[in-house]
């Protein structure tokens, strides 16, 4: 019995951990700094790491070969504290999911949005959510795709300033987040639900 629960919440990516189910998922959502701070923000995440995912080159950087690579977080989080689906409706009203060019003032392929599912609950979980959003805006295209998960690479080394950017470097994580259009973007597509 404990061999085949093991089995199966290996193979729904949770990990038990002293009464603790904790799972791991990858989003993307334009500029990983911004993604990081909304993110971990929230009760029953305990993780949030910056990096890229989605393309083919091995061990991408920010400054060198991403080509191929969204920007994305990995969230870590409690599954008893916070659901998968609460963190997708968070995730939506975080994104602009109409923006087929990248979100707000950040635009090319590695600023896309996208969902990386690991299994098929989580599929089947991520396009209900966007059934969702769909039927809430039906005279838009809503572009964010589901895609399978893909390995997942952490900006590390002389880029380790990307992680926490923005508890390290306040004040100009705030000039470029309000610089960039982010949050009045939010506000325009989603009310009162983008204010947190």
């Known amino acids: 019995m404990i061999k085949t ?11 038990f951990t002293t ?12 500029c990983f700094w911004c993604m990081e701070s909304d993110f971990e923000k929230l009760a029953g995440v305990t993780d949030v790491v910056s990096g ?10 920010y400054s060198g070969n991403h080509q191929g690579h969204y920007e ?21 009203v975080n994104i602009d999911p109409f923006d087929d060019r990248g979100q707000f003032c950040d635009k090319g392929p590695s600023y896309l949005s996208a969902i990386f599912v690991a299994n098929e ?6 396009q ?14 809503v572009v964010t795709p589901i895609l399978d998960a893909a390995t997942f690479y952490p900006i590390k080394g002389a880029e380790s300033y990307h992680q926490d950017y923005y508890k390290n470097y306040p004040k100009r994580y705030r000039y470029y987040r309000w610089s960039c259009g982010r949050d009045q973007r939010l506000i325009e597509i989603w009310g009162k639900r983008a204010i947190h």
Do not use: H
């Open 5 to 15: 629960l093991s089995v199966l919440i290996a193979c729904l990516g949770l990990t």
């Open 19 to 30: 009464n603790v189910m904790s799972a791991t998922t990858v989003l993307a959502g334009g």
């Open 52 to 61: 890229f995912s989605g393309g083919t080159a091995k061990n991408p950087t």
């Open 72 to 92: 994305v977080v990995e969230i870590t989080y409690d599954s008893q504290v916070i659901t998968y689906k609460e963190l997708l409706d968070y995730y939506w």
């Open 121 to 126: 609950d989580e599929r089947a979980i991520a």
């Open 128 to 141: 209900a959510s966007k059934k969702i959003v769909e039927a809430e805006f039906p005279y838009y295209d």
